[in-house]
């Protein structure tokens, strides 16, 4: 009985400290920077997302490299850097659920949705 209290005990522990799954960071940020594009008067708050993929216990560097698989695909190759296949197929993943999104909701109500959803990492222009 003690023996199984303690197994419980570290598959639990071990399950609270895992991080959160890297694709549900890419489809945030690909969302944030789509709304910089995307919605008028839109920016993205960068420092914030880089605090969140540290809550979210990413590995340091995730922000900027999704930041550049999402540039890579979204220019055909001419600016950022192609990931990881991996991570490539996330920002594939999210850019089609995003896309997607768009249309069911029709851009103006995306952009008032991704407003709340993102709130900390878009903010209006200056």
């Given at each position: 009985m003690r023996c199984a209290s303690l197994l419980f005990g570290l598959v639990l522990l071990a399950t609270s400290a895992q991080a959160a799954p890297r694709s549900e960071y890419v489809t945030m940020v690909l969302q944030a920077f789509a709304a910089k594009v995307e919605c008028p008067g839109t920016d993205v708050v960068y420092q914030d997302l880089v605090q969140k993929a540290q809550e979210m216990q990413q590995p340091d560097g995730t922000t900027e490299q999704v930041r550049k698989a999402i540039a890579f695909m979204h220019t055909g190759g001419k600016m950022g850097e192609r990931a990881d296949d991996g991570l490539m197929q996330e920002v594939a993943i999210a850019t089609k659920t995003t896309t997607l999104d768009q249309r069911r909701l029709g851009m103006t109500?995306?952009?008032?949705?991704?407003?709340?959803k993102l709130a900390g990492f878009i903010r209006a222009k200056n």
């Amino acid at each position: 009985m003690r023996c199984a209290s303690l197994l419980f005990g570290l598959v639990l522990l071990a399950t609270s400290a895992q991080a959160a799954p890297r694709s549900e960071y890419v489809t945030m940020v690909l969302q944030a920077f789509a709304a910089k594009v995307e919605c008028p008067g839109t920016d993205v708050v960068y420092q914030d997302l880089v605090q969140k993929a540290q809550e979210m216990q990413q590995p340091d560097g995730t922000t900027e490299q999704v930041r550049k698989a999402i540039a890579f695909m979204h220019t055909g190759g001419k600016m950022g850097e192609r990931a990881d296949d991996g991570l490539m197929q996330e920002v594939a993943i999210a850019t089609k659920t995003t896309t997607l999104d768009q249309r069911r909701l029709g851009m103006t109500t995306w952009c008032e949705t991704q407003k709340g959803k993102l709130a900390g990492f878009i903010r209006a222009k200056n």
